[in-house]
C-alpha cells in the first residue's frame, strides 16, 4: 500500500468523522425545520433532514402533541429524553476490505444515508504497467470501403508488431456491418438483395447489420486468412449501422472473446456517419433496442426487428464491458463524429487516411492516450437515480484537483489517481411498501473507471425506516419489545386504565388517544394539549398580563394550578404583602388591606399606592389637632417632644413661615385665645410629621384689620358718590368740555358710541391706583372658619 493510500484511506475516515459533526453541528438550528409543518410518524421526521431524530420515549413530555418528538437530537436530550430512546440513524461510511484488487481500491463500501445527507469516501485507481490488448476490428464494408478493406490485410500483422511494446500479449479479433438489411436502407429488388453491387458488375454480398466473423485470437495467420475472405457489400443511404454493430460487439462478450484481463479496444472504421435510435422508425422499426446481445451463428439476429440504440444506451453498453472505441473515420466524416464522442466516456477519434495508411499510428497513438485518460463514472440505477445525486473530483499525480472534474489526464504506467466522491440522498422512496418489505433497503452504485475491467461497488443503506414505528399501535409493531425497553410488560392488560384520570374518569381527558398505555394529545388550533391525562394546555385559562397564569402557574383542565406563592384565579397575586408595606412598616399605612399585592383603602377618600395619602380627610386636620394643642400649650420649646408624646406621636417641627414652605395645603388649628395657627401635616416618609408655623394670628389683629378695611370701603364709596354729583352738572353746563374729553380719548380708537364719562374716566383713575384692592376683599373671606385653605 503506497504512502499516497495510506494519506487517503485517513482522508477517508476524517472526511466520514467531518460528515457527522457537519451532522450534529446543524442540528441547534432546526427547532422549525423537524417539528412544523406537523409530523406524526418518527419516519416522516427522518425525511425531514439528517438534522432531525425522533424520540421514542412513552412518556416524553407528559404525552404531547407527536410532532413534538421531532426535532434535533441536542434538543430531545435536552428536554428529557433518554439517549437509548432517540431514533437518529448516522451517514456511516464503512470499507470493506477484503475484496482486494490491483487496480480499484478498495472494491466494496457500504454508506448509510438519510435524506438530505450526504457522504464523501476515497477511491483509488491504478494503472499498471503492460496489460493484455484485445483489438476488434469492426469494419464497415460497404462499397466505398473497398481500398481500407484490402489494407487491413498488411496493416493487421504490422499493428500487432507495433502493439508487442505496449502490451504483454496482443490479440485481435474481426467483424463487418453495413445496416439494417431493409428498406429503406436497402434496395429490395430481388437481384438486389443477394448482390446490392450487381450494377456496377462486381460480386458483392449481401448489406447485413453485424456478422461477427473472428473472435479474438492470437492466430495472426488465421487474421489474415479471415481479411482476405471478406468481400464488400452494399447498402443505399449514406449513414451506416455502427452504433447497432458496437453495441453487440460490446454486449456479445463470449461470442467475441473479450478476455477479463485485457483492455478492450474496438476499432471502429467506417467512413460514414451513423443512424441515430429514431432514423429506424423509417423503415417502421418501433421496438426500442433492449442492449442485449442478439447473435446467432455470428449474426446479429434483431437487426431488423430493434432500433438502433441511443447514444446513452452505448455509452452505458461500452463503460460496463470496459471497452475503449477508437474511431478511425475518413476525414469527411471526422466533425460529425467529433460531436459524438463527447458522449461516449473512453473513446478516441482518429482521421483515417486513404488506404488506411497510417491506421497502425493511429491505433498506437490512440491506446496510449485511452490508457493515460483515467477518469470515472458512477452509474445509479435508473430507477433510483433521481433519489440520489453524486459529485466526483479527481486527485491527479500531479496534485492537481479541480473540483468537479472525473478525470486525469497524462497519467503514466504505475502512477495512482483518486477520486473523492461523495453520494447525497435527496429522498426516501416513495413507495411505502417497499420499506415495509425490507427494513433498510439498498441501492446499488457502480464506481467505474473509464475502460478498466475492475469496478468499485457502493452499497447505499438508507435509513427511511425507524426502529420504532412512532405513535402506531403498540401491538401491531414488531419494534414493541425495543421500543418500550421502559415500560412494564405485565402491565398490557390495564393499558387503556392507564390513561384514564381517575378524577375525571374521562379518557385522556377526552382530548387525546391512547397508544400504548400513553394519551398522546390532540393537536388543537389552539395551543398545545399535553399532560400525563392531556388534561393540560396552554390556552383555556385565564390570562394575566398576556401571559396564561400570570406566567405564575400551570393550566389544568381550564383553571390556573398557581405556583406556591401566587393565587388568584389567573395567579396573578402573590400571596405575601410584602408589596403592600408602606415606609411605616404598616400594611397599607394602616388604613386599608392588601388585595392581591395591591392596597385597597378603607376609605374611598384615602389614596396613593399605600393609602397614604388623603387629600379631603376632615379629621385629618383635626386628629393633630390635640398634638399641636399639646406643643402650643408648651410653648415652643425646642424639649417638649417628650412631654406630648401620648397626645402626638408625630415628629414636630416648627417652621416660620409655612405657606412658602409648603405650597400645598396646610390645615389650621384655632386655638381657645382666639387664634388661628397654620400647620402642614406631611404623612410621605416615616410616619406623620407635622409642621407647625411659629406664628399664629389671633383675633385682636383681625378686628383691627377688619376695621381698617371698612372704614377704607365708606371713603371709596363715599367719593364715588360724590364724583357722580360733580358729573351730572358737568354734563348740564358745560358741553364743550366733553368733547374735550371724546378729543383726548380719540387716540385710544374707541368705539364712539361707548364714550366715556368724566366720571367713568375717575374710575379708572381710581382703579389705577388702587391695584390690591380686590385682593384685600378676599383676604376679609379668610376669616371663614375653614380647615384647608388652598
Ligand atoms: C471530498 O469532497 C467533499 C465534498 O466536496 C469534501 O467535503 C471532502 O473534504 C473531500 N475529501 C477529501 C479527502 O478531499
Ligand atoms: C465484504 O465483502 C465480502 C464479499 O462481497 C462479503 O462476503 C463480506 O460480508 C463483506 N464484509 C462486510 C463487513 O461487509
Ligand atoms: C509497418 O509500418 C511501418 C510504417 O507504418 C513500416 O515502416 C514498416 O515497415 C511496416 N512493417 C511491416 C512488417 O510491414
Ligand atoms: C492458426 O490458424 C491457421 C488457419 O486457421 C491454422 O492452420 C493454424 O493451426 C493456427 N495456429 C495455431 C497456433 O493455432
Ligand atoms: C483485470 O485486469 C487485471 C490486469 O490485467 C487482472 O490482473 C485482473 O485479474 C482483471 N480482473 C478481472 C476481474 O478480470
Ligand atoms: C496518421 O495518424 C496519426 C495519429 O492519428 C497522426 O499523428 C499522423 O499525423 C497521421 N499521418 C498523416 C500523414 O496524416
Ligand atoms: C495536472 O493534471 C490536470 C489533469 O490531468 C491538468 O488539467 C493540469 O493542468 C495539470 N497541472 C499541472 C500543473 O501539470
Ligand atoms: C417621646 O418621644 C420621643 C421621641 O419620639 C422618645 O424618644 C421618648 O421615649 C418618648 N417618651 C415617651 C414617654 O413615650
Request: proline share 5%; hydrophobic share 35%.
Amino acid at each position: 500500500m503506497s504512502s499516497w493510500l495510506l494519506k487517503y484511506c485517513n482522508l477517508v475516515l476524517r472526511s466520514a468523522v467531518l460528515t457527522a459533526v457537519f451532522a450534529f453541528a446543524s442540528s441547534h438550528s432546526a427547532d422549525n425545520k423537524c417539528g412544523s409543518p406537523l409530523v406524526s410518524t418518527c419516519q416522516e421526521c427522518l425525511r425531514r433532514g439528517p438534522e432531525c431524530a425522533w424520540c421514542f420515549q412513552k412518556s416524553f413530555l407528559d404525552g404531547v402533541h407527536v410532532s413534538k418528538r421531532c426535532d434535533s437530537a441536542a434538543q430531545l436530550r435536552l428536554k428529557g429524553c433518554g439517549e437509548e430512546f432517540i431514533e437518529n440513524p448516522e451517514v456511516k461510511v464503512e470499507v470493506n476490505m477484503t475484496l482486494s484488487s490491483s487496480q480499484v481500491t478498495p472494491r466494496d463500501i457500504s454508506i448509510q444515508l438519510r435524506p438530505g445527507s450526504e457522504a464523501s469516501f476515497i477511491v483509488e485507481v491504478k494503472q499498471l504497467e503492460l496489460y493484455p490488448v484485445d483489438l476488434y476490428y469492426l469494419v464497415d464494408v460497404s462499397a466505398s470501403m473497398q481500398e481500407n478493406l484490402d489494407r487491413l490485410k498488411t496493416v493487421g500483422v504490422n499493428l500487432s508488431h507495433r502493439m508487442k511494446e505496449h502490451s504483454s500479449d496482443f490479440q485481435v479479433g474481426f467483424g463487418s456491418f453495413v445496416d439494417k438489411p431493409v428498406s429503406p436502407y436497402i434496395d429490395v429488388h430481388p437481384s438486389k438483395i443477394s448482390n446490392p453491387c450487381s450494377d456496377y458488375e462486381v460480386n458483392c454480398r449481401p448489406a447485413h447489420g453485424f456478422i461477427h466473423v473472428l473472435p479474438i485470437t492470437d492466430n495472426m495467420t488465421e487474421f489474415k486468412h479471415v481479411i482476405q475472405q471478406q468481400r464488400i457489400s452494399g447498402n443505399m443511404d449514406t449513414p451506416e449501422g455502427g452504433f447497432d454493430a458496437m453495441l453487440q460487439a460490446a454486449v456479445c462478450q463470449k461470442d467475441i472473446g473479450w478476455r477479463p484481463e485485457a483492455k478492450h479496444l474496438l476499432l471502429v472504421m467506417t467512413d460514414q456517419p451513423s443512424h441515430l435510435a429514431l432514423d429506424s422508425k423509417l423503415a417502421g422499426i418501433v421496438v426500442p433496442h433492449d442492449g442485449r446481445c442478439h447473435l446467432e451463428e455470428g449474426t446479429y439476429s434483431q437487426s431488423a426487428h430493434m432500433e438502433h440504440p441511443t447514444i446513452g444506451q452505448l455509452a452505458e453498453k461500452l463503460l460496463e464491458n470496459s471497452i475503449y472505441s477508437i474511431f478511425a473515420v475518413n476525414s469527411m466524416q471526422y466533425k460529425w463524429y467529433e460531436d459524438l464522442v463527447a458522449f461516449l466516456p473512453g473513446t478516441y477519434l482518429g482521421r483515417l487516411l486513404p488506404k488506411a495508411s497510417n491506421l497502425t499510428n493511429l491505433v498506437v497513438d490512440a491506446y496510449k492516450k485511452l490508457l493515460s485518460d483515467v477518469g470515472v463514472e458512477v452509474e445509479v440505477e435508473d430507477s433510483e437515480a433521481h433519489r440520489f445525486w453524486v459529485s466526483v473530483t479527481a486527485v491527479c499525480p500531479n496534485g492537481s484537483t479541480a473540483a468537479g472534474s472525473a478525470n486525469c489526464i497524462n497519467v503514466q504506467p504505475g502512477q495512482n489517481v483518486f477520486f473523492n466522491i461523495t453520494v447525497g440522498m435527496r429522498a426516501c422512496p416513495e413507495k411505502d411498501d417497499a420499506l415495509q418489505k425490507e427494513n433498510e433497503p439498498e441501492v446499488k452504485l457502480v464506481v467505474k473507471p473509464v475502460g478498466f475491467n475492475e469496478s468499485m461497488t457502493v452499497r447505499v443503506r438508507q435509513a427511511c425506516v425507524c426502529r420504532c414505528g412512532g405513535a402506531g399501535p403498540c401491538h401491531d409493531d414488531p419494534g414493541t419489545s425495543v421500543c418500550e425497553s421502559g415500560a412494564d410488560p405485565g402491565a398490557k392488560r390495564s393499558l387503556t386504565d392507564s390513561c384514564r384520570d381517575v378524577k375525571t374518569g374521562l379518557m385522556c381527558s377526552g382530548r387525546g388517544t391512547c397508544v400504548c398505555g400513553a394519551c398522546v394529545c390532540d393537536r388543537s388550533n389552539l395551543g398545545t394539549i399535553y399532560g400525563r391525562f392531556c388534561e393540560k394546555d396552554d390556552f383555556s385559562c385565564p390570562n394575566e398580563r398576556g401571559l396564561m397564569c400570570g406566567g405564575h402557574g400551570q393550566c389544568v383542565s381550564g383553571e390556573c394550578s398557581c405556583q406556591p406563592g401566587w393565587t388568584g384565579e389567573s395567579c396573578g397575586c402573590p400571596i405575601s404583602t410584602e408589596s403592600c408595606m408602606s415606609a411605616d412598616g404598616l400594611v397599607c399605612s394602616g388604613h386599608g388591606k392588601c388585595v392581591c399585592g395591591e392596597c385597597v383603602c378603607d376609605h374611598h377618600r384615602r389614596s396613593g399606592a399605600f393609602c397614604e395619602k388623603c387629600a379631603t380627610c376632615s379629621d385629618s386636620c383635626q386628629s393633630h389637632w390635640s398634638c399641636v394643642d399639646c406643643h402650643l400649650s408648651k410653648g415652643l420649646a425646642a424639649d417638649n417632644t417628650q412631654q406630648c408624646n401620648r397626645s402626638c406621636t408625630s415628629l414636630v417641627a416648627y417652621v416660620d413661615d409655612i405657606t412658602e414652605l409648603i405650597r400645598g395645603k396646610y390645615c389650621l388649628y384655632h386655638s381657645r385665645e382666639q387664634c388661628v395657627t397654620r400647620f402642614h401635616v406631611d404623612m410621605a416618609s416615616h410616619g406623620p410629621q407635622l409642621r407647625i408655623s411659629r406664628h399664629a394670628e389671633c383675633e385682636s389683629s383681625h378686628r383691627y384689620f377688619k376695621t381698617f378695611l371698612s372704614v377704607f370701603l365708606l371713603t371709596v364709596v363715599l367719593g364715588l358718590g360724590i364724583l357722580a354729583v360733580v358729573r351730572l352738572l358737568l354734563r348740564g353746563k358745560n358741553w364743550s368740555l366733553r368733547g374735550h374729553v371724546i378729543e383726548q380719548f380719540d387716540d385710544s380708537n374707541k368705539n364712539p358710541s361707548y364714550a366715556p364719562t368724566p366720571s367713568e374716566k375717575t374710575i379708572t383713575y381710581r382703579r389705577d391706583c388702587l391695584p390690591e384692592h380686590p385682593m384685600e376683599m378676599h383676604v376679609h373671606v379668610h376669616k371663614m372658619p375653614l380647615d384647608i385653605f388652598p
